[in-house]
């Protein structure tokens, strides 16, 4: 439970941050609208948190991808650009944003993802230990 909630609670706060500046900054979506996006995430983010964990460690189990900082960077990327884009996408058009705004949101949040990957990836860590939790699957 409590790998639960330390995947969860980091890919909520990282995610409202990172998600929250693309949309307004990049895309151009109101405060309103971004604002809505980030309240949608968070149930959904209550249910793909831990699977994301669980995809993120499965994929670092399966390439061996800890045993260099080049591999795991590598690792945590694909992993963040795989999972992440496709509910993005469903969560921004749920809350209105047009075709273009979704194009450009999405292609501005693959690059703010290949550049977030690692970043989360180590955020991710820090959590799991803050909540006492080791950075193995279990």
């Given at each position: ?30 405060p ?32 061996a ?12 990327t ?58 193995t699957?279990?």
């Open positions: 439970m409590r790998r639960y909630f330390a995947d969860t609670v980091a890919q909520i706060v990282f995610s409202t941050i990172v998600g929250a500046f693309v949309e307004i900054v990049v895309a151009g979506l109101t309103w609208q971004s604002m809505g996006v980030r309240l949608a995430a968070i149930p959904v983010i209550l249910f793909v948190g831990r699977p994301y964990g669980i995809y993120r460690d499965w994929l670092f189990a399966v390439t991808g800890n045993s260099n900082q080049l591999k795991a960077a590598a690792v945590d694909v992993a963040n650009i795989s999972f992440q884009i496709p509910i993005y996408c469903v969560l921004l058009a749920i809350n209105g944003a047009t075709i273009p705004q979704i194009v450009s949101a999405s292609g501005s949040i693959v690059v703010i993802s290949a550049l977030s990957g690692r970043p989360y990836g180590l955020y991710l860590v820090w959590c799991r230990k803050l909540f006492g939790v080791s950075d699957p279990s």
